[in-house]
């Protein structure tokens, strides 16, 4: 029992902490922001439109569960985010969410047995610039809470594939805020395609994921050069990033130490 509740004392503090860090990410991210934005970057209906539509869904998996996939790569969130449009891609999530658990709700009308979907994310192309900046990071949040406060253990399998060792540090912010069912559903893989092509496809059919790949990568949301100077920026912010959750994970070491 003590035990327990030393655990719970933990996850609770390291999300006071979280709130603190992302409280001082926002002052950071203030500054850059005066800095990286050169023009007016406001998305085009064209964009919003294809924000819409980037959701892709295959017919079913082997057992006859939904499969919704994602080309993480093809959103340029740093875009949304510094133009004021990241409620957007919120919404777009919730939509998501709310479109693949309304299928599993006829599958199971029209008498199938089934109770839950998977979450197939690609992400290749993966940048510091676009998907990894700290203006980026209330989405990861936002993507998180979403999914425990309103859809908790609905995905039975959540696959990142073509995974950059970078992401990591993305995923060390968002793993403390995630269930233990969730972080034990979601499963990382790297780029080495023999290391996840195995299981992937233990689930779904080679090519129809092939060709949900080739749909998706219509729905590209912005082409524009991106400076050296910005790419390394981004890397600063990150090192920045690095340093504050370190911080962060020290802090939680000694109040676990002293006051629990």
């Known amino acids: 029992m003590d035990q327990k509740l030393t655990t719970m004392g933990q996850e ?14 926002g002052e950071w ?6 800095v990286t934005t050169e023009q007016d970057l406001t998305l085009t209906a064209k964009e919003k439109r294809a924000l819409d539509q980037s959701v892709i869904f295959l017919n079913l998996d082997f057992i006859g569960k939904p499969i919704v996939t994602a080309n ?17 891609l919120n919404r777009h999530i919730d939509r ?28 290749e192309n993966y940048n510091l610039v676009q998907q990894g900046c700290l203006q980026c990071l209330p989405m990861y949040l936002y993507l998180v809470n979403t999914y425990e406060n309103h859809f908790p253990a609905h995905a039975d399998k959540i696959m990142l594939i073509n995974t950059p060792a970078i992401f990591e540090l993305v995923l060390n912010i968002i793993r403390p805020i995630m269930s233990p069912l969730t972080r034990q559903t979601l499963k990382v893989y790297n780029t080495n395609k023999e290391q996840w092509q195995k299981e992937l496809f233990e689930i779904v059919d080679r090519n129809e994921l092939h060709q949900s790949t080739v749909e998706l990568g219509k729905f590209n949301l912005v082409q524009f050069a991106t400076p050296t100077f910005r790419t390394t920026l981004c890397v600063y912010n990150l090192i920045f990033l690095y340093f ?9 070491v000694l109040l676990v130490t002293f006051y629990i």
């Open 96 to 123: 998501g969410f709310e479109m693949v658990t309304d299928k599993v709700r006829k599958l199971q009308e029209s008498g199938k047995v089934v109770a839950q979907w998977d979450f197939i994310i690609n992400m």
């Open 29 to 34: 991210s203030h500054l850059v922001q005066s």
């Open 244 to 252: 504050l959750m370190s911080l962060l994970k020290l802090l939680i």
């Open 72 to 88: 993480f790569g093809d959103w340029d969130i740093r875009k949304l985010a510094i133009s004021g449009k990241i409620s957007s």
């Open 12 to 25: 609770q503090i390291g999300r006071t902490l979280l709130i603190i860090g992302l409280i001082v990410i």
